[in-house]
């Protein structure tokens, strides 16, 4: 099993590079073409089917060109992180784990209505 630029490459053997590709943070299905059409993959091409240089060469490529896996979801965290320091509205939602863009919250949304009860309850523990 191969890791492209820290995501597990080969976990999809079976399926074609662009698909497989896709799987990474940070490549969809777009850049995924772009890629294999820069190296001269074909196609139809498996991911068991690649050598170990046209390997070398994707890492390489995708390395250079793209933000991926790791530096990807340390992106992420880091505008989450501002947004709460900042003290926005989505800040504050991720921060209570309530949804962001605008859900409905009284029939939906159990998961964290679940953790605001939950929340609920301590406090009023800790009070008495």
Same mark, same amino acid.
């Given at each position: 099993?191969?890791?492209?630029?820290?995501?597990?490459?080969? $976990?999809?053997?079976? /399926?074609?590079?662009?698909?497989?590709?896709?799987?990474?943070?940070?490549?969809?299905?777009? @850049?995924?073409?772009?890629?294999?059409?820069?190296?001269?993959?074909?196609?139809?091409?498996?991911? %068991?089917?690649?050598?170990? $240089?046209?390997?070398?060469?994707? /890492?390489?490529?995708?390395?250079?060109?793209?933000?991926?896996?790791? /530096?990807?979801?340390?992106? /992420?965290?880091?505008?989450?992180?501002?947004?709460?320091?900042?003290?926005?509205?989505?800040?504050? *939602?991720?921060?209570?784990?309530?949804?962001?863009?605008?859900? *409905?919250?009284?029939?939906?949304?159990?998961?964290?209505?679940?953790?605001? %009860?939950?929340?609920? @309850?301590? %406090? $009023?523990?800790?009070?008495?």
């Amino acid at each position: 099993m191969s890791y492209i630029s820290g995501a597990r490459s080969r $976990s999809v053997p079976d /399926e074609q590079v662009r698909i497989a590709s896709t799987k990474m943070d940070g490549i969809g299905p777009k @850049k995924a073409i772009q890629v294999r059409y820069r190296l001269g993959i074909s196609g139809n091409i498996k991911m %068991n089917e690649l050598t170990q $240089s046209q390997i070398d060469q994707m /890492e390489q490529m995708i390395s250079q060109d793209h933000v991926v896996h790791w /530096e990807f979801q340390r992106g /992420e965290r880091a505008d989450i992180e501002r947004l709460i320091s900042l003290s926005r509205y989505r800040g504050i *939602r991720h921060q209570d784990g309530s949804p962001l863009r605008g859900q *409905r919250t009284h029939t939906n949304a159990r998961t964290c209505r679940k953790r605001l %009860n939950q929340f609920k @309850k301590q %406090n $009023s523990k800790s009070i008495n």
